[in-house]
């Protein structure tokens, strides 16, 4: 089974308001990282949160990482029409940083 | 500082015949992971080189497919005899340690007839 599980699967919401999509893992971690990925496009490296560090921010994104419950959150504030893509929380958890990445939240933010 | 280059973008094969998937990593960055993504799902690792080096491979299947990242020139994935099973996004993403951010290149997208 995946490493990390994002949760909703997909969100649709308007242009000016908060997105949150929430990340599941299993085992313990050395880092979480969040990418983006526009239709039929490479991913786009967003944030990386080490499993020492608690919440981190990156212009309108958030991050937190709650490693006792396992979960970490991308808060994406004041969210814009080019905001839609499919967003995927990724867990590096061995020497060598190879990622799992979760199915992904595909989220879409209507004008 | 170019980021990750792969190319072919596209590549279309038959089943039977060969396909070649070349990845130039970033400047200063001598780790390599290629990753598959098939239509609608996140991506799954499949090996870890350093520069002369297989690191982990135990993503990759362990018949037809095979990786190479030489002391000079790209990474290559190569994936004999496809199947239409492998049409997929094979995606490379490249660092400088195995403790920093992989930067990912745009995909070679595979399509198999």
């Known amino acids: 089974s995946q490493q990390g599980e994002e949760d909703p699967q997909a969100l649709s919401i308007q242009e000016g308001e908060n997105a949150t999509m929430n990340c599941s893992y299993k085992?313990?971690?050395?880092?979480l990282q969040w990418y983006r990925q526009n239709s039929g496009r490479g991913l786009v490296h967003l944030i990386l949160?080490?499993?020492?560090?608690r919440e981190k921010h990156s212009g309108r994104l958030r991050v937190t990482l709650d490693t006792s419950k396992k979960s970490s959150s991308l808060l994406i504030t004041a969210s814009r029409a080019a905001d839609t893509a499919s967003y995927f929380c990724?867990?590096?958890?061995?020497?060598?940083?190879?990622?799992?990445f979760g199915g992904g939240t595909r989220l879409m933010v209507k004008p | 500082n170019a980021g990750v280059m792969q190319n072919p973008r596209h590549l279309v094969r038959r089943r039977g015949q060969e396909a070649r998937l070349r990845c130039s990593p970033m400047?200063?960055?001598?780790?390599v992971y290629w990753y598959r993504q098939l239509p609608e799902e996140g991506l799954k690792f499949m090996v870890y080189?350093?520069?002369?080096?297989?690191?982990?491979e135990s993503g990759m299947p362990k018949e037809r497919f095979s990786a190479e990242f030489p002391k000079e020139g790209p990474s290559i994935l190569r994936i004999q005899q496809v199947v239409r099973g492998d049409s997929a996004a094979y995606f490379c993403?490249?660092?400088?340690?195995?403790?920093?951010?992989?930067?990912f290149g745009p995909g070679t997208r595979l399509t198999v007839l």
């Open positions: 993403a490249s660092s400088p340690s195995a403790v920093n951010e992989q930067f």
């Open positions: 085992t313990s971690i050395n880092n």
């Open positions: 949160i080490r499993s020492n560090e």
């Open positions: 990724a867990t590096a958890y061995n020497a060598g940083n190879m990622l799992t």
């Open positions: 400047k200063g960055h001598s780790h």
């Open positions: 080189l350093q520069k002369e080096n297989i690191i982990d």
